[in-house]
């Protein structure tokens, strides 16, 4: 963004920040809304928002279709090495997670009606690239030295042994885009 001079970039955690006096065009979020909560996140996003103003949420989530090549044989990695994460079919369907973030931001009042917006797409991985963007994950993140060692040696055997070193994976971007309603 150094080429448009109005942009700032302000890297901070959301709860913390003091916006000052000024008033934004839009508060964006990329895969970290959901770990702010609701009543504080969206009330302030709202409270500095001018009255034009968008909320827009970004997801990259697991596109809705069944389990095959790659995704169903990492599963098994997975159930083998942290069988205490369950099943992901036993969690809520990548259409439940959209439909309850959007009615989530409806309840507030705060903004229109969102609009959601759903952008297919792929990206290929060679096994290396594929570790690193796990260890990016949280969850991967909390687990203890050894288990994620293994669990990381176990899925780069399985793309450099079944798949050659490259794993294609399919994404779902989703984007939640609200004007702030005019009170």
């Known amino acids: 963004c150094r080429c448009h001079r109005r942009v700032t970039i302000q890297?901070?955690?959301?709860?913390?920040?003091?916006?000052?006096e000024g008033r934004y065009d839009i508060v964006m979020s990329a895969t970290a809304f959901h770990w702010i909560a609701p009543e504080v996140g969206y009330t302030k996003a709202a409270s500095v928002l001018k009255d034009s103003g968008y909320i827009a949420l970004f997801w990259?989530?697991?596109?809705?279709?069944?389990?095959?090549?790659?995704?169903?044989e990492a599963q098994a990695v997975y159930r083998d090495v942290v069988p205490e994460w369950g099943d992901p079919r036993d969690r809520?369907?990548?259409?439940?997670r959209i439909t309850a973030t959007e009615a989530?931001?409806?309840?507030?009042?705060?903004f229109e009606p969102v609009q959601v917006r759903r952008y297919p797409w792929v990206i290929d991985y060679t096994t290396e690239e594929?570790?690193?963007?796990l260890n990016t994950y949280s969850d991967h993140r909390s687990l203890d030295e050894g288990t994620r060692s293994r669990l990381f040696e176990?899925?780069?055997?399985?793309?450099?042994?079944?798949?050659?070193?490259?794993?294609t994976r399919?994404?779902?971007a989703v984007l939640h885009i609200a004007r702030k309603r005019a009170f």
């Open 11 to 20: 890297v901070e955690a959301f709860e913390d920040w003091q916006p000052g």
């Open 60 to 72: 990259n989530m697991p596109p809705e279709q069944p389990l095959t090549g790659f995704a169903r």
């Open 92 to 96: 809520p369907s990548t259409d439940e």
């Open 104 to 110: 989530t931001i409806n309840h507030t009042g705060l």
């Open 130 to 133: 594929y570790i690193r963007l």
């Open 154 to 167: 176990r899925i780069g055997d399985l793309v450099d042994g079944a798949y050659g070193g490259v794993v």
């Open 170 to 172: 399919p994404y779902l």
